[in-house]
């Protein structure tokens, strides 16, 4: 059995690649801390009952102070106990309900007709961390969990270098202590900064003129596993740059669901078009490509996860670190997007133009020859594929993972 370790794997691009490492054979164990997933119809059960807890804290609180003083018989006997056996038993169902899967993992059986094992811990708690690599022999680890708003960063950067750098760090320290040398991380295209030279190849500098904190953790964690192979002998780690993932499963059970307003083009396209959006802002119609419009590599999510599994099946051919682009090499305008959403949807999508916003680039797409060389893999979906399969998760999906779909 290779057992493959997916941090942050409830996550949307973590869990397609969980769906593509059960389809090769691999046994995924994922860890999650469940900031950027949903537990469905439970999580809004899990919140009502969190709810309850604290106003019945409260009520203690302010019944101990009121009655107490006066040595109320009645209080101490009959109702205080009453009260902590509510919340006793709101404790357990707390307990059993934190314990489910979140929804993304439920629909994943669905899909391949496997469980999947499933901690909800936090990388930031290293003992926890290190109980999971005492259970499994684990072939390799695919690191994904991390905060990922550019636009969270750039308000939260503390958190963002303590957070990102800091479960990484601990997982490194695990996998030196359990001998797991294999490591597969979920890096970015931001950490190219403004494109030199088009298409991006990975010889591309890094780590200049980058714009918040969220590309910047990515490269400074790609640095850490640079040193990190140049200072020891025996490891494998994959850098996988990716460009703009879309879309999502074709069985449309699994998919993007951005908390709140979405910050990336295509969700809030679709958003639009299902009616949850008034109106698409596009940022800038000035910039030198053939509509004006930034131009971006899109990639389909299921080719994308497709990658990880490449670069799993390429471990033992990379010795130390090696850096690979997944993405498409073909770049599509914002319009261009916006008019093969609608060729799906058959809806309209309603947009207007504004001024550019600082740090977004005119066009950053993909040279993704190593990939096809080294990985044996390439993108094989197009714009249109990507499309129709956000659409079809969109409509089964309306309100994201917080309602489940009927998939009778």
């Given at each position: 059995v290779k057992y493959v370790l997916v941090t942050g794997g409830a996550g949307y691009i973590g869990s397609h690649t969980v769906v593509e490492l059960i389809q090769e054979g691999y046994v995924p164990v994922v860890l999650d801390n469940c900031c950027n997933s949903t537990k469905g119809k439970d999580q809004r059960v899990i919140k009502g009952l969190v709810l309850v807890r604290k106003t019945l804290r409260i009520l203690i609180v302010l019944l101990q102070s009121r009655f107490l003083r006066k040595d109320n018989i009645i209080f101490a006997i009959i109702f205080l106990p009453l009260v902590l056996g509510v919340e006793y038993i709101i404790n357990k169902k707390l307990n059993i309900l934190i314990l489910i899967l979140p929804e993304s993992l439920k629909r994943i059986k669905l899909i391949t007709g496997k469980n999947v094992i499933f901690y909800e811990y936090d990388l930031l708690d290293k003992e926890k961390l290190e109980s999971v690599f005492q259970k499994y022999n684990f072939f390799a680890v695919i690191h994904f969990a991390g905060l990922k708003s550019v636009t969270e960063s750039i308000e939260k950067p503390m958190e963002y270098y303590e957070v990102n750098l800091g479960v990484t760090i601990n997982l490194i320290e695990c996998m030196k202590e359990y001998n797991v040398t294999k490591v597969v991380f979920s890096s970015s295209a931001t950490v190219y900064g403004p494109p030199q030279k088009l298409p991006v190849d990975e010889d591309h500098r890094v780590g200049k003129g980058l714009t918040n904190?969220?590309?910047?953790?990515?490269?400074?964690?790609?640095?850490?596993?640079?040193?990190?192979?140049?200072?020891?002998?025996?490891?494998?780690?994959?850098?996988?740059?990716?460009?703009?993932?879309?879309?999502?499963?074709?069985?449309?059970?699994?998919?993007?669901?951005?908390?709140?307003?979405?910050?990336?083009?295509?969700?809030?396209?679709?958003?639009?078009?299902?009616?949850?959006?008034?109106?698409?802002?596009?940022?800038?119609?000035?910039?030198?490509?053939?509509?004006?419009?930034?131009?971006?590599?899109?990639?389909?999510?299921?080719?994308?996860?497709?990658?990880?599994?490449?670069?799993?099946?390429?471990?033992?051919?990379?010795?130390?670190?090696?850096?690979?682009?997944?993405?498409?090499?073909?770049?599509?305008?914002?319009?261009?997007?916006?008019?093969?959403?609608?060729?799906?949807?058959?809806?309209?999508?309603?947009?207007?133009?504004?001024?550019?916003?600082?740090?977004?680039?005119?066009?950053?797409?993909?040279?993704?020859?190593?990939?096809?060389?080294?990985?044996?893999?390439?993108?094989?979906?197009?714009?249109?594929?990507?499309?129709?399969?956000?659409?079809?998760?969109?409509?089964?999906?309306?309100?994201?993972?917080?309602?489940?779909?009927?998939?009778?």
């Open positions: 904190p969220y590309g910047k953790t990515k490269f400074f964690i790609e640095e850490i596993f640079r040193d990190l192979a140049k200072a020891e002998d025996g490891w494998h780690i994959a850098l996988l740059r990716y460009f703009n993932p879309v879309g999502s499963h074709v069985s449309g059970l699994i998919g993007e669901d951005p908390q709140g307003i979405p910050n990336n083009l295509m969700p809030y396209v679709s958003q639009v078009a299902i009616g949850r959006l008034p109106f698409l802002n596009v940022f800038g119609n000035d910039y030198d490509t053939h509509d004006g419009t930034g131009v971006r590599d899109f990639i389909h999510v299921v080719d994308l996860a497709k990658g990880h599994t490449a670069a799993l099946k390429k471990m033992d051919s990379i010795d130390g670190c090696k850096a690979i682009n997944l993405g498409t090499g073909t770049g599509y305008s914002v319009l261009e997007a916006v008019v093969a959403l609608e060729k799906a949807s058959g809806k309209k999508v309603p947009y207007k133009f504004g001024p550019r916003r600082p740090g977004d680039l005119g066009d950053v797409h993909a040279n993704p020859n190593l990939a096809g060389k080294f990985l044996e893999w390439r993108a094989v979906k197009s714009l249109d594929d990507m499309c129709t399969d956000l659409w079809k998760w969109q409509t089964m999906n309306p309100q994201g993972y917080e309602i489940t779909p009927d998939t009778d």
